[in-house]
T-cell receptor, first 115, second 116 residues
Framework: SAVISQKPSRDICQRGTSLTIQCQVD?????MFWYRQQPGQSLTLIAT?????????ESGFVIDKFPISRPNLTFSTLTVSNMSPEDSSIYLC????????????FGQGTRLTVV | DAKTTQPTSMDCAEGRAANLPCNHS???????VYWYRQIHSQGPQYIIH???NNETNEMASLIITEDRKSSTLILPHATLRDTAVYYC?????????????????FGKGTKLSVKP
């Protein structure tokens, strides 16, 4: 298994500002992902965080709005930029070892409210 | 879009078996069936996964039909703490093993309510 620490666990932010969310894993992992879960909805994949290179974004998500860093195999950050109330969601970090037939582990999420 | 179909909600009496169905009629030959659950205000938790044989672990059993077009997750003795949204997901193995990227695509899941 993998233990994932996400910070902050929750925050209330003013519109127009940015928030950086951190994801720290207790062991090296090949794959790290960022998800968004809007109120009452399921999880939507934002991007795959690639070590040492630009993240791979899913349709509907762009780097200018959600810049991602991954400096090593145990750490990644997601920034939510120029926030609006529509960005109020839970943001979750997920990791996988990238080996055959293994499961994903999720952090507890960051609950963001934009006012 | 998710490649699975699940009932929106189900109820189960505490101590009884909870049987959660999932349809995945377009599953490909190398795609696995994964189950996760999300308890309120927590991140998703892995439960079990399988390819074509039935699987059992300390949490649950997974029954996959012979044609692989549907499966059932069984919680043998449901407790109140099993109340959660259960997600059935199909995905290919990691790209290093001849599959795709294998991203998890979450559907709406089944909200299971275990009642006393």
């Amino acid at each position: 298994s993998a233990v994932i620490s996400q910070k902050p666990s929750r925050d209330i932010c003013q519109r127009g500002t940015s928030l950086t969310i951190q994801c720290q894993v207790d062991s090296q992992v090949t794959m790290m992902f960022w998800y968004r879960q809007q109120p009452g909805q399921s999880l939507t994949l934002i991007a795959t965080a690639n070590q040492g290179s630009e993240a791979t974004y899913e349709s509907g998500f762009v780097i200018d709005k959600f810049p991602i860093s991954r400096p090593n195999l145990t750490f990644s950050t997601l920034t939510v930029s120029n926030m609006s109330p529509e960005d109020s969601s839970i943001y979750l970090c997920s990791v996988e070892r990238g080996e055959f037939n293994t499961e994903a582990f999720f952090g507890q999420g960051t609950r963001l409210t934009v006012v | 879009d998710a490649k699975t179909t699940q009932p929106t909600s189900m109820d189960c009496a505490e101590g009884r078996a909870a049987n959660l169905p999932c349809n995945h009629s377009t599953i490909s030959g190398n795609e696995y069936v994964y189950w996760y659950r999300q308890i309120h205000s927590q991140g998703p938790q892995y439960i079990i996964h399988g390819l074509k044989n039935n699987e059992t672990n300390e949490m649950a059993s997974l029954i996959i039909t012979e044609d692989r077009k549907s499966s059932t997750l069984i919680l043998p003795h449901a407790t109140l703490r099993d109340t959660a949204v259960y997600y059935c997901i199909v995905r290919a193995p990691h790209i290093n093993y001849g599959g795709s990227q294998g991203n998890l695509i979450f559907g709406k899941g089944t909200k299971l309510s275990v009642k006393p």
